[in-house]
């Protein structure tokens, strides 16, 4: 399986940025999709997952109202929107997946990660 990462960048606060992650060699529809996130010098944390069919989803506290996630079962392909962003969502971003259906906050449930694409927001 691999999952690759796309649509990180610089921008200032208050500003939207639309993550991709593209999914090949498995039946990308069976599986739940996750983000996590990593900031400097802290644990990696959950941002948000969807179910294996898109019509469950959670989010986070810290990005309820403000992150989207979102999948296209015909591309092979998870969306992270995140509107709003601040200053603390700065961090490398990880799509993941593993052998579960619905999504999980727990690391230790994904065996599939991506390279991470970094988000980097300015006051």
């Known amino acids: 399986v691999q999952l690759q990462a796309s649509g990180g960048g610089l921008v200032q606060a208050g500003s939207s940025l639309r993550l991709s992650c593209a999914a090949s060699?498995?039946?990308?529809?069976?599986?739940?999709m996750t983000w996590f996130r990593q900031a400097p010098g802290k644990e990696r944390e959950f941002v948000a997952t969807?179910?294996?069919?898109?019509?469950?989803?959670l989010h986070a506290p810290s990005v309820k109202g403000r992150f989207t996630i979102s999948r296209d079962n015909a591309k092979n392909t998870v969306y992270l929107q995140m509107n709003s962003l601040k200053p603390e969502d700065t961090a490398v971003y990880y799509c993941?997946?593993?052998?579960?259906?619905?999504?999980?906050?727990?690391?230790?449930?994904?065996?599939?990660w991506g390279q991470g694409t970094q988000v980097t927001v300015s006051s």
């Open positions: 993941a997946t593993g052998e579960i259906i619905y999504g999980s906050v727990l690391l230790s449930d994904y065996g599939y």
């Open positions: 060699g498995r039946t990308f529809s069976n599986y739940a």
């Open positions: 969807i179910n294996w069919s898109g019509d469950t989803t």
